[in-house]
């Protein structure tokens, strides 16, 4: 293979590779060519063949530096453990091969170092070299034994570049796995590891730091035992925090404590570092000191999360955290509880300091999931026939206790601006849901929120969260369907930048997909949760239901959006909407005109007035008879005409209205429900081309049968509720009301005066001309809608005729309540 060729294959590695946990049929396909690719042993002689397959596996290596490598190690189980009980092991000796051969290259590069012109070169493949061999090490440490003190030099590297750091960084973590499984290494190579780390320690950063505490860790507990060298470092950190503790409390505003501010983070750091690794209260450490080591460390520690300084505030955080790793019961004292819920709680605290308390919680339930997994490894070498569960009982049920502590707080942080505290908060819920920690249920309505994140990454895991707890537990979804919707609408409030613009329900994407699509398909499969969902959405723009207005916008976008599959899905919505039409909009009449009418009794005198007042109560009644008593041709002249008396009407209303606006404020208010159930309905009208007659004839008792038809969905139909829009913009809720308002809403008035009049859609005309009633109905709609001829709302073509079915215009087919 010519070297231009190498990235092109790398590229198609890393997109292979990343499918590896995919389902059944690709996952085996991925197995099979990495078997044959990487993972068959190379003839010796053959060294260019050799090279070429460490450069390839190096590269893809470096090519997933920042997205993990999760996908290597599942790749590397996965065949090993496929060949287990085999007499034949050909992965084994291909990675013994490749492990030799690896540290033959580091060997290579390394001697090129001093070759200032591929020196960055060389630099990136010596990381990606160690980074692959840590790689092995993860999974099979004893493939590396033979070549840790090849290894151990690497420690003393001159760091001035991040692969130098890189390099030091992953080599701790190779000798850390690798050492103790080392028979009778020698004292002079362990000495030495230990002398290099705790220089590490010392003179480096917090990611040094951390990998080289670790593993100092294991070289000590598990191989040295020279627990009087970390007694002394410990005490060296331990003593100054001490002091300079002493110093604040004696000077609050002293200087000295500004001066030595970076001894005081190292400090900090490192305490937590080293409790993290070493229990300071074994007898090996203290010897017979009666003092109790790890509350001492705690009241330290506590004392600096009260610092005015930020960043001493954190590391102060990152130590506690550190320390509740070795000691989880720390976590249940009163003063922890109340410094992480207050952090996790406050809508003014410091993200970083909300970010730090949710990484220790993460970090916490993954050291508590490795341990659980050691724990059963270990056990089952130990003994088959014994009961495995018995050993995770004590430890998950001291995690299954602190994350009920702080799980309300962790939730309510997916309410957050901040992507970064959102992404934490869900890494800590998903790690608390698959170790079983908790009840899911009360995970559903917060997860359903998530699944409405911007970032696709988030969504994707909120939504897989939910798909897993739907395998379990059937109907979990269903049941908190609607709190998860509500929900969703404060995690969008939060995340809203422009608190002038209106929450939207949908994506601004191409396809505008409602943000709840996820959602609405997993529970749009069973029939009889599907319309319970959709009615409970739809009982929130009643009138009764005070649902606010921005909230009733963002779940109409929904509805308009949804990822409707048959035809029964948007006819079953229309259906309702008629029927919530006829209810709330008399009850908003009715309201209307009360108010009125005790406003004005006392001043009232016949007048035109009067008319409007017959005209909205008994009047109505016995104008409706003359009418019937007409030709049907009369009727509708007379309907035109009387578009010229509506600014008489307008003018008569407007007399009526009471001096205080409130009553008027409530109908404009209310009024948003009808309109988007209005709008919604011409929507889905237009978007799945139903005709009237169509949604007439709809009954929800028919057979899922008659309506399970798939959904032409017309392109281009956009859902746009200028009204309400309008109305959130201009804040009318809380702004002073103008004349010209005033006469907007009494037209609105009017307009739903003449809708609900003749919501009953009238018989067709013999010779099909549309009745009057309908055109009184489809100019009211086109007035409430905001103008513009609803599409599909006049007459129907003439195929739609000739079903001889009785048709109306925006409302069809429901007698009036």
């Given amino acids: 293979i010519e070297q231009p060729t190498f990235p092109k294959i790398t590229e198609m590695c ?9 389902e059944e049929g690709i996952k085996k396909l991925v197995n099979e060519t990495f078997q044959k690719l990487w993972f068959t042993p190379t003839p010796h002689h053959d060294k260019e063949a050799m090279t070429r397959k460490i450069l390839n596996i190096t590269d893809v290596v470096a090519a997933c530096r920042d997205t993990g490598y999760d996908w290597f190690e599942q790749l590397l189980q996965n065949l090993l453990k496929s060949e287990e009980d085999a007499s034949y092991k050909p992965v084994k000796k291909a990675c013994t091969q490749l492990v030799d051969n690896l540290v033959e290259h580091i060997l290579k590069y390394e001697e090129s170092l001093s070759d200032s012109d ?32 090849t290894m151990q030099p690497y420690l003393t590297t001159k760091c001035s570049t991040q692969n130098d750091f890189m390099v030091i960084c992953n080599v701790a973590k190779i000798l850390e796995l690798v050492v103790p499984l080392m028979e009778h290494p020698s004292e002079t190579f362990l000495a030495t590891i230990e002398e290099d780390l705790m220089k590490l320690i010392i003179k480096y950063g917090m990611t040094v730091v951390q ?38 409390q004696e000077d609050p505003n002293s200087t000295i404590l500004t001066a030595n501010k970076p001894a005081l983070l190292r400090s900090l750091f490192t305490v937590g570092a080293l409790c993290r690794h070493f229990d300071f209260d074994q007898e090996d450490f203290k010897g017979n000191s009666k003092v109790n080591i790890k509350d001492k460390v705690l009241e330290l520690l506590m004392y600096f999360t009260k610092h005015s300084d930020e960043e001493v505030q954190t590391k102060a955080i990152i130590g506690l955290g550190f320390a509740f790793i070795q000691h989880p019961s720390l976590m249940f004292e009163q003063e922890v509880k109340t410094l992480y819920n207050s952090i996790l709680s406050d809508k003014n605290c410091s993200v970083n300091l909300k970010i730090q308390v949710l990484k220790n919680l993460q970090t916490y339930l993954q050291e508590e999931d490795t341990r659980m997994q050691q724990a059963d490894r270990d056990w089952k070498k130990v003994a088959k026939q014994e009961d495995l569960k018995e050993m995770g009982d004590i430890s998950s049920g001291m995690s299954s206790s602190i994350m009920q502590l702080y799980l309300k707080q962790v939730l309510e942080a997916f309410f957050h601006t901040q992507s970064s505290v959102r992404h934490f908060a869900l890494n800590v819920i998903a790690l608390t849901l698959n170790q079983g920690l908790i009840h899911p249920v009360q995970c559903v309505p917060y997860l359903i929120a998530m699944g409405t994140d911007p970032e696709p990454s988030m969504r994707n895991k909120a939504d897989q969260q939910l798909v897993e707890i739907d395998k379990k537990y059937a109907g979990f979804i269903h049941m908190k369907a609607v709190a998860g919707m509500k929900m969703s609408y404060q995690v969008q409030q939060a995340i809203n930048t422009c608190p002038k613009d209106p929450v939207r329900g949908f994506r601004h994407d191409e ?28 009982n929130l723009f009643d009138d009764t239901a005070k649902t606010e207005v921005n909230m009733l916008l963002y779940i109409a976008d929904n509805l308009a959006c949804f990822p409707y599959q048959t035809q029964e899905e948007p006819l079953f919505i229309m259906h309702h909407i008629d029927i919530t039409l006829s209810v709330s909009g008399s009850n908003l009449l009715q309201s209307f005109k009360e108010s009125m009418v005790k406003d004005k009794k006392k001043e009232r005198k016949p007048s035109s007035d009067e008319e409007t007042e017959s005209d909205s109560n008994s009047g109505s009644e016995s104008e409706s008879e003359e009418e019937g008593s007409k030709p049907r041709r009369l009727r509708k002249r007379v309907d035109s005409d009387s578009d010229s008396d509506e600014e008489n009407d307008i003018n008569a209303v407007m007399k009526c209205l009471p001096e205080n606006s409130a009553p008027l404020i409530e109908f404009a208010n209310v009024s948003q429900g009808i309109l988007l159930l209005l709008m919604l309905k011409q929507h889905l009208k237009n978007l799945c081309g139903f005709s009237d007659s169509k949604i007439q004839k709809y009954s929800p008792s028919e057979s899922a049968k008659v309506y399970d038809k798939a959904i032409n969905r017309k392109t281009g139909v956009h859902f746009h509720p200028k009204q309400t829009l309008d109305f959130l913009r201009s804040d009318m809720a809380n702004s002073k009301i103008t004349e010209e308002v005033k006469r907007s809403i009494v037209k609105q008035y009017l307009d739903f005066k003449l809708l609900m009049e003749h919501l009953d859609p009238d018989e067709e005309e013999e010779d099909g001309e549309v009745s009057a009633s309908t055109n009184a109905r489809n100019k009211a709609i086109t007035s409430l809608l905001g103008g513009g001829s609803p599409k599909n709302n006049a007459a129907e073509t003439e195929d739609d005729e000739s079903d001889g079915e009785d048709r109306g215009g925006g409302t069809s087919g429901v007698r009036r309540r």
């Avoid at 100092?216 to 331990?238: D, E, H, I, S």
């Fill in 211 to 248: 990998h080289c505490v670790s593993c100092l860790g294991a070289v000590v507990n598990k191989v040295t035992q020279n627990y009087k060298f970390v007694w002394a470092c410990f005490n060296r950190y331990y003593g100054a925090l001490s002091k300079l503790k002493s110093q604040h």
């Fill in 118 to 149: 591929n020196k960055g070169v060389n630099s990136g493949r010596l990381v990606a070299c160690i980074t692959t061999l840590f790689l092995f090490s993860k999974i099979r440490p004893q493939l590396m034994v033979k070549h840790a003190m």
């Fill in 511 to 538: 396809s505008s997909s409602a943000l709840c699509s996820h959602l609405y398909s997993m529970i749009r499969g069973n029939r009889q949760h599907r319309r319970a969902f959709l009615i409970s959405l739809l």
């Fill in 14 to 22: 890393v997109k292979m590779i990343r499918r590896v946990n995919d």
